[in-house]
């Protein structure tokens, strides 16, 4: 994988786990669906069985349940974690390139998301603050 590795600077949103009514967000990518396990504003990791090809671009599009859109662009894998089984592989990706209003759309719907599920009430504010702030993790 490239020396990018894990570099994103914005936090990463789960969107996939016990806390989060599943699922809350999809994922494509040339094609072909695959399950999303965290979001950011620079990118986000998916399930995969086997490393993807850290060389080639790759286009993606993301849904999220009850919203309306679709947010499409470019990614390349940059890390590659392989799971207990074949099937359960992470592999963490950056985008490189939003199409159209991808981003702005995309800070949208993870800031509702954030204050969906967040444990304590937060403000709209808030919640745009925690996805475009700096990663905790």
Same mark, same amino acid.
Do not use: Y
């Given at each position: 994988m490239s020396d990018v590795n894990e570099r &994103?600077? &914005?936090q990463r949103i789960m969107v996939e786990s016990t806390h989060v009514p599943a699922p809350a967000f999809g994922l494509e990518c040339d094609g072909k669906a695959i399950a999303v396990r965290d979001v950011s504003l620079e990118g986000f990791s998916m399930?995969? /069985? !086997?490393?993807?090809?850290s060389e080639a671009e790759f286009r993606f599009a993301l849904t999220r349940t009850g919203a309306d859109?679709?947010?499409?662009?470019? =990614?390349?894998?940059?890390?590659?974690v392989r799971g207990a089984t074949a099937e359960s592989g992470v592999a963490g990706c950056h985008v490189t390139a939003f199409d159209g209003d991808g981003k702005a759309r995309l800070a949208q719907w993870l800031s509702a998301h954030v204050? =969906?599920? =967040?444990?304590?009430?937060? !403000?709209?504010?808030?919640?745009?603050?925690?996805?475009?702030?700096? /990663?905790?993790?």
């Open positions: &994103r600077q &914005r399930h995969v /069985s !086997t490393a993807p090809d859109g679709v947010v499409c662009g470019r =990614a390349q894998a940059v890390n590659f204050a =969906a599920v =967040a444990g304590v009430p937060l !403000t709209e504010q808030e919640a745009r603050d925690i996805v475009n702030g700096p /990663s905790l993790v």
